[in-house]
């Protein structure tokens, strides 16, 4: 198993509920699980409301929903399901606002229903709008500690970790898949690679194609100063644009009783970009050199101005949310900033991949999209992960 994330080690997890006992080793560049995605994101357990129905996405956000509360409760980890407001706020989001319910119906989002404007404020009192979508099954929780409750789960069982350890390349040869790092390399029969920003490096090196490719968005989350009163109950979402696969920024209440603004969605020139000022040639090249990114640009300009101003101004940042709770914008900040990398794999065409993404070389299975919702289907992700191993096995 390559890749230590929450969906890696679903993953792990799920191979040996079918195969107890197995020989299995989880692999990771970074001394600690769940560093990257899953320790840098909103804590959010989705719904499903979002996703094209008879999606990998909206079948396993559901179903993965369901499975993390489960976990959660028989781990001791905090769950909430504080629930969710979706608001619209001009008349021309009223339609999309309609084609989310149906969406949300269709995927067999448990409680969703149809707001007015009279009755937002019974479910938020601070929130203004014309119309909302109300899914009280949208909760929160920490996914960093789910991680780690599943490497432990992991270690229990036997399950070896090599962490620290950066694996570089993959190939197959006699039957054996060789996963190639600094001071060596590992034998097996095969291999799951759950590697997230560096996915699709990992899968064009045992022998895939090259589309699409992980382009990394930057992330930024305020947080409200600690001590203000309750502004928001739950959370507070705007309707997001039907044609990009983010959904803009929005007021969350966190699991240790904080809230949270945002998050922006900034192309950065670093897969591990936490801070702004961080390039990597490597990555810039990768993010430069792919005609996607260019032809992304193109379509989404004006897009990336908003996420440049709010980047470069917290009032951008505070108004935009404000729009939903006016109240936030004469709230005190917390100085520090929380920042999360999206690896969003982009096609040559310039496609957002808005599914989830898996796919197949000799001796080994690769997830290439893995964007939100993954860690709230991770559990569900898993299953289908190992489904789709099984049947490579068979063929």
């Known amino acids: 198993m390559v890749g230590a994330g929450i969906v890696g080690l679903a993953v792990a997890r799920e191979y040996l509920r079918r195969r107890p006992g197995a020989s299995l080793i989880v692999i990771d560049k970074e001394q600690t699980v769940g560093f990257h995605q899953t320790g840098h994101n909103s804590g959010v357990i989705h719904s499903g409301v979002y996703y ?49 319910e149906s969406r949300g119906h269709a995927n067999g989002v448990p409680g969703l229903r149809r707001v007015p404007s009279a009755e937002i404020g019974e479910i938020e009192p601070d929130c203004k709008g014309l119309a909302a979508l109300h899914s009280p099954a949208t909760g929160i929780t920490d996914y960093g ?23 570089t390349g993959i190939g197959r040869e006699h039957g054996v898949t060789t996963l190639r790092h600094a001071a060596g390399e590992y034998r097996a029969n095969w291999a799951i690679v ?13 022998g895939a194609a090259a589309d699409p490719r992980i382009v990394p968005f930057r992330g930024a989350y305020l947080r409200l100063a600690d001590g203000q009163r309750q502004v928001v109950r739950g959370m507070v979402y705007p309707v997001p644009d039907p044609e990009l696969p983010f959904l803009g920024v929005h007021v969350t209440r966190h699991v240790d009783g904080g809230v949270m603004l945002g998050p922006t ?13 961080r390039m990597r040639g490597a990555d810039l090249r990768s ?10 640009a193109r379509s989404f ?13 917290r009032k951008a940042f505070v108004r935009a949310c404000s729009q939903y709770v006016p109240a936030i914008e004469g709230m005190r900040l917390d100085r520090h900033a929380a920042y999360g990398v999206r690896a969003q794999a982009v096609g040559r065409n ?10 197949a070389t000799p001796g080994a299975t690769h ?19 190992v489904d789709r191993f099984e049947q490579q096995q068979a063929d």
Request: proline share 3%.
């Open 301 to 313: 300009w004006r897009t990336g101005i908003s996420e440049l101003r709010m980047a470069a101004s």
């Open 367 to 385: 997830v290439r999209n893995a964007p939100s919702p993954a860690a709230t289907s991770s559990l569900a992700l898993a299953g289908e992960l």
């Open 265 to 277: 969605a900034m192309l950065v020139g670093a897969r591990d970009a936490y801070s702004a000022w």
């Open 52 to 100: 094209k129905p008879g999606s990998l996405k909206a079948r396993l956000c559901v179903q993965g929903a369901r499975l993390m509360y489960q976990f959660c409760d028989e781990h001791g980890i905090k769950t909430e399901r504080c629930g969710k407001l979706i608001v619209a706020i001009r008349q021309d989001e009223l339609p999309r606002l309609a084609d989310l």
């Open 194 to 206: 759950c590697a997230g920003l560096w996915s699709d490096r990992l899968a064009v090196t045992a």
């Open 287 to 296: 993010t430069a050199g792919w005609p996607g990114t260019w032809r992304v």
């Open 145 to 167: 500690a789910v991680a780690r409750a599943l490497e432990q789960e992991l270690r229990d069982q036997g399950v070896a970790f090599s962490l620290g350890c950066q694996v």
């Open 350 to 359: 310039g496609q957002l991949l808005d599914d989830f993404a898996i796919s």
